[in-house]
């Protein structure tokens, strides 16, 4: 099983509830090639930059899922026979540049927390020789 993100355009004058089914339509062709979905992000509606197929918006929706490498072309193939779906794109996740991204998030955090650690213990410092300042008068 590899971890791929599907990028899924549903027609745009769909309402929220006609696309929840479209949505729950997509996952159904995921777990019926045995695979899992791990993670739904709605993009929101957007305007096309030219008109296809006599639309000219839809709804973006991500869809993180695991699948067999196999299973991607069948997959495809499918989702070409769904009207709710428009248009899809699935690419695989690059589980090194992930860990990496994750990384460098959690090194911006240390760095962040040693600044504000750091900062504090200036403005202690700066109130103690005032305190001591304030005695010695």
Known sequence: MKK????YIFAGSARDEVLDKMI??????????????LSTEM??????SR??????NGVY??????????SI?????????VDEVFRVQILAVDERLEAA??????DVKVREAAKVAAAAEKLQAANAAKAASAEEE
């Open 24 to 37: 729950e339509a997509a996952t159904v062709e995921i777990t019926s090639l045995s695979g899992q979905i």
């Open 43 to 48: 993009l929101g509606k957007k305007t096309f």
């Open 51 to 56: 008109p296809m197929k006599k639309r000219d």
């Open 61 to 70: 929706v991500k869809i993180r899922f695991e699948l067999d490498p196999a």
């Open 73 to 81: 072309a069948p997959l495809v193939k499918r989702y070409k026979l």
């Open 4 to 7: 791929y993100d599907g990028l």
């Open 101 to 106: 991204i994750v990384q460098q998030a959690e």
